[in-house]
Structure formats: structure tokens, C-alpha cells
């Protein structure tokens, strides 16, 4: 097991930017994509003051007073966009001791009647009151804005650390108007007691690239290695953790790895961990199981050199083989939030809960 680790790489984005130095970020880029599958990334090109910005909003946003939140749960929306309570979803069959927002890039909904039903999972936010948090809505937008400009120029870089062509990812997009990528914010509470420290359980991302700001200085963030083992990932100031997807696994071959991750909650008397999650999407229509990408014998090798994990305890994102990427995220999210289901998506919501609305979601 050749690739296993222990840690999780720093890397200079600033390498990128001088011709002879460019190459170096590209190694280390390689043998994280298809070694680890997480990465922190400093030097970043989001400017540090929208960070801060957002950064200072986050603890009011969750101070707003409950009813305000309410007017925007996410059962409201066919977008699963919106406000979740705490507790509102478990994974491995133990609740997930968090409370989140879920927040989007600008976007109008492309379905109309008769189209295919994933369509509908991107459209507009669903916005707290401006007047209870001016500026909220501009500063996360803003934000989201500048680590979606991040995250496609990330995306070339990869196609460099596979030696394949420049553009040859760029056929998983469509145009700009035609695109959505999702943010959350996060919210974890101190430890309450409970016998459990979940704060949300093993899963996998479902995309191509998840850019995580870890907004406070807690410890929580756990990655899986190829034996098995749980290696933290403590917050590291001015970068971002990059995490790889199950789609971006899929259309590799297994060559960049989706590496199962965990959080667990700050200890009784601590204060909150919050984190803001920004998911990186590709075509809702992409049908990965059609695209076939080549790669030089020499990276292959390096995926043989890796080895295979161990079992993981995450379970998620099975259908690449068979469904378009919406129909992939929509039973995703059909599945972590079966209100949501039941108010929009009545056939599905037959499908996976037939015997009715359970009591809590079965996030992946």
C-alpha cells in the first residue's frame, strides 16, 4: 500500500503562478489527487477580506431568531436550499449533531413541465430577512463568486497533474448560465453529553471538488487512509481544505480518489465549529458512465503503486454507472431530506419511503 498517509499535504497555490515553480504544485497536485484525495490549499486567490466578511456574519446568521429561520427550512424549496435544524439528519444510523444552511450561486431554474425531474434541483436561495442581517446575502454571494472562480482554475490544474489534455474536463460543464454550485454553513455544537461525537458520520462528496473553509479554530475534521484509519485535519489559517468527489472517482476510473470523511463534535464546554462547505458541480445532464478519459501508462501505474483501501465505512453515490450526475444528486439529496421529497418529489419520495416520512433523514 504504497500510497497510504498520515497526513494531509499543503499546497502553495502561489507555485502556479511562476513558470519554473509551476511544476512542483503539479507533482504534489498529482499525488495527492490519486494518493489521498484531500489536500489543504494556501495562498489561494479569495481574497482574505471576503473570508473575514463571511467569517464575521456566521454567528449571527445562527443567532437569528428561530421563527427568521423558519420562514426559510429548507422544506420550502425543490432546490434543498433553505435552513435545516439541528439534528435534522443522521448517517450510519446515528444522528448528525449539526444545523446548516445551504445557499447556491445565482441561478434560474431550466425546468419546465415535461423535462427530466433533476432539472429542478438547481434554482434560487432561499434568503434570511436583509433587514435582520444586512449584508449577509451579498457577502456569502460574493464569497461563493470568488471560490467558484477558484474552483475552475483548479480544474485545469488537474487535467495537468493527469497529463491529459487542458480542456479535457471541460466537456463535464455547461456554460456559466447554465451552472450552479452549492455552499453550506455550518454549524457544530458543543458536545451536550450526548454518548455520541458525531457531528455528521462517514460520507463521501458527490461532485468533482469540494473547497471546505474551516471557519473557527476547532479540531473535528477526520479523513480516512487506505488502511482504514481516521487522520485528523485541523484547521490550518488563510487555506481551504480540497477534498475530491465521487464524480470526479467515477470519471477517472478510480485514479483521483473520494476519500471518506467525518466530523466529529467539539467537547462538552466548548464552543461552536463552523465550517462553510462550497460543492462544486458539474452538468446536471453529464452522463459519466458515456465519457471516457485517457490516460498516459505512467499515471495508471501510479494508481497500481497506490493500492486499493481498506472498506470504508462510507456508503454513497452508486448510480454514476447507470444515471445522469442530476439523477445521481437528486436521489442524494431525496434521500438526506425526505420532507423535502415529500412536498416535491411525491414519485420519489414513494420510491425510497414507502412506508411514509421517517423520523429522521438517511443522509447518504
Do not use: C
Not at 494518493?35 to 443567532?63: C, E, S, W
Not at 471560490?147 to 479535457?168: H, M, N, W
Not at 456508503?315 to 431530506?337: A, Q, T, W
Amino acid at each position: 500500500m504504497a500510497g497510504n498517509f498520515s497526513s494531509i499535504p499543503i499546497l502553495d497555490f502561489a507555485l502556479v503562478s511562476g513558470e519554473s515553480t509551476k511544476p512542483e504544485f503539479i507533482a504534489q497536485l498529482q499525488y495527492a489527487l490519486i494518493n489521498v484525495g484531500f489536500l489543504y490549499l494556501k495562498n489561494h486567490t479569495v481574497p482574505q477580506k471576503v473570508v473575514d466578511d463571511l467569517i464575521g456574519y456566521i454567528p449571527r446568521l445562527f443567532d437569528l431568531p428561530q421563527e427568521a429561520k423558519n420562514k426559510i427550512l429548507m422544506a420550502n424549496s425543490p432546490h434543498f436550499l433553505g435552513y435545516s435544524k439541528l439534528g435534522a439528519e443522521f448517517t450510519k444510523g446515528k444522528t448528525d449533531h449539526r444545523e446548516q444552511f445551504d445557499f447556491a450561486t445565482p441561478h434560474e431554474t431550466q425546468w419546465r413541465p415535461g423535462a427530466p425531474e433533476y432539472l429542478r434541483l438547481w434554482g434560487p436561495s432561499q434568503w434570511p430577512d436583509e433587514d435582520l442581517i444586512p449584508g449577509f446575502r451579498n457577502t456569502m454571494e460574493t464569497y461563493l463568486f470568488h471560490v467558484q472562480t477558484l474552483s475552475y482554475r483548479f480544474i485545469s490544474l488537474l487535467a495537468e497533474a493527469f497529463k491529459i489534455p487542458s480542456g479535457a474536463l471541460d466537456k463535464f460543464y455547461d456554460t456559466d448560465k447554465l451552472m450552479q454550485h452549492r455552499g453550506k454553513v455550518v454549524k457544530y455544537p458543543a458536545n451536550d453529553g450526548s454518548p455520541t461525537d458525531q457531528g455528521v458520520g462517514p460520507h463521501y462528496d458527490a461532485g468533482f471538488l469540494t473547497f471546505l473553509l474551516q471557519a473557527s479554530p476547532h479540531p473535528g475534521l477526520q479523513v480516512q487512509n487506505l488502511s482504514g484509519q481516521w487522520i485528523d485535519a485541523p484547521p490550518v489559517p488563510g487555506t481551504f481544505v480540497v477534498n475530491i468527489g465521487k464524480a470526479l472517482e467515477f470519471v477517472t476510473r478510480g485514479l483521483a480518489r473520494a476519500t471518506s470523511h467525518r466530523v466529529l463534535s467539539p467537547p462538552l464546554g466548548s464552543t461552536p465549529r463552523y465550517s462553510v462547505p462550497f460543492f462544486q458541480n458539474i452538468s446536471l445532464n453529464a452522463r459519466l458512465a458515456d465519457e471516457v478519459l485517457d490516460f498516459p501508462p505512467e499515471i495508471l501505474n501510479l494508481k497500481e503503486l497506490r493500492g486499493d483501501p481498506a472498506q470504508t465505512e462510507s456508503v454513497n453515490f452508486s448510480e454514476f454507472d447507470r444515471e445522469p450526475s442530476g439523477k445521481v444528486n437528486l436521489i442524494g439529496r431525496v434521500k438526506s431530506h425526505p420532507d423535502v421529497a415529500e412536498r416535491h418529489y411525491p414519485g420519489l419520495f414513494k420510491q425510497y419511503f414507502p412506508s411514509g416520512l421517517p423520523q429522521q433523514a438517511i443522509a447518504y
